[in-house]
C-alpha cells in the first residue's frame, strides 16, 4: 500500500503518479477482500432449494438451520458485502484510470510534457 502512495507523492511524470495511484487503488481491495474472508466459512448460499416463488424450501431451510444451531451446531458464513463493494471498486478504478490516461494525454499535447515541474513552470511563464 505504502508503495503505491510513495511513488504517487514523490514522482513528476504523471503516468507514474496514475501507477502508484492503480498500485494504491490495488493494495486497498485486496485488504478489504481478505478482511471479507471467514476462515473456515462458506458462502450464503440456499443450495437446498430448488423452486422458485411460493414452494417453501426457504421456509423449511431456515427452520433447518434454526434447528440444527439450537442443537449446537455453528455455521460460519464469509461476509459477500466486501466482495460486493471491491467488484464496484475496480470498475470504478478501471475509469478513474482511463480518465487520467485520457488526461495525461491532453495534456502532453497542450504542454508538450507530462512531467509536473515543467508543465507547472510552462504554466507560470504564460
Known amino acids: 500500500m505504502m508503495v503505491g502512495f510513495y511513488a504517487l507523492i514523490s514522482r513528476d511524470n504523471l ?4 501507477i502508484g495511484l492503480n498500485i494504491f487503488q490495488t493494495s486497498v481491495i485486496m485488504m478489504y477482500v481478505s478482511f471479507g474472508k471467514i476462515s473456515g466459512g462458506t458462502a450464503p448460499i440456499l443450495i437446498e432449494s430448488g423452486g422458485h ?6 421456509v423449511q431451510a431456515a427452520g433447518d438451520a434454526a434447528h440444527a444451531i439450537g442443537d449446537g451446531a455453528e455455521i460460519l458464513y464469509s461476509n459477500p458485502i466486501p466482495h460486493v463493494l471491491m467488484l464496484t471498486a475496480i470498475v470504478v478504478g478501471v475509469a478513474t484510470l482511463a480518465l487520467g490516461l485520457s488526461l495525461v494525454v491532453r495534456i502532453n499535447e497542450a504542454y508538450g510534457t507530462i512531467e509536473e ?3 507547472t513552470r510552462k504554466d507560470n511563464a504564460a
Open 15 to 18: 503516468v507514474k503518479k496514475l
Open 117 to 119: 515541474d515543467e508543465i
Open 53 to 58: 416463488g411460493s414452494d417453501g424450501h426457504g
